[in-house]
């Protein structure tokens, strides 16, 4: 295929069908990057036709969960078993319209061969999928994680002294924390966009692509400041702690 490309490129002349065929050849170094990354498999299956765009997204996005909570346990434990619901209800459109010629089903009985449209439901099978549930659990989620961060941001201000301007005390020294909480005031303007993206989370009830875009949209968002956030909660409670021993003699 390469050798046929490569005479084409120089001025060869192929058969047609030789010519579409080189066309569509992946060629082994994108089958090796497609064979490492899941996203260039995606990108592969989107040009073809295969995936959609939000399709696309939303699948690579589950798959970055998954790392997430398989290999760095970083992810909200509350939220595995909704991702993982909505991983299922994708597979389940993806794999029902899928276009072999047949598909065969292990069971203890002789498996049954049975055409592509006769999959849909089967990895869904016994489970009460129902969007608008699903939208109320993320919505939920968000909100949750949207008031953490204004909590956040009213302790940074007020650690800050913030006045009515919204500037922090020049007075304060330039170390690690008042940067931190710099940071943290810094996205006080975002804050009421955010908010009514998580409340709106709850009316995207239409498809699962529609409720699982804004929310990727917003976690994205949302993932560049909470490190700030966690940070702010420890030292919190870690100045929470000492006065307690202090009062306790310790």
Known sequence: MEEMRESRNNGGQLPEELNRLVDE????DRRKAMDAHLHERTKFLKQEGVLTAPEREVLDRLHQYRNAAYHRDTLEPDLISDL???YRVLADELVSRHQPVAWT?????PA????????RGQLV?????????MAS?????????VQAVIAAVATAQQLLGVDSSGEPDPSLPDDDMARMLT????VSKHLPSWAKQAQGLKSKTSSLTALMIPFINLDRALNRIEPSVRRLELILDYWEQQQIDELRGK
């Open 137 to 145: 659990r993320f919505h939920s989620h968000a909100v949750k994680r």
């Open 112 to 119: 049954p061969v049975v055409a592509p449209q006769h999959l």
């Open 183 to 186: 940071g943290l005031n810094d």
């Open 125 to 133: 099978e016994g489970i009460d999928v129902d969007v608008k549930a």
């Open 105 to 109: 089903l292990a069971s203890s009985s």
């Open 84 to 86: 993982v619901l909505a």
């Open 25 to 28: 050849h992946v060629g082994p």
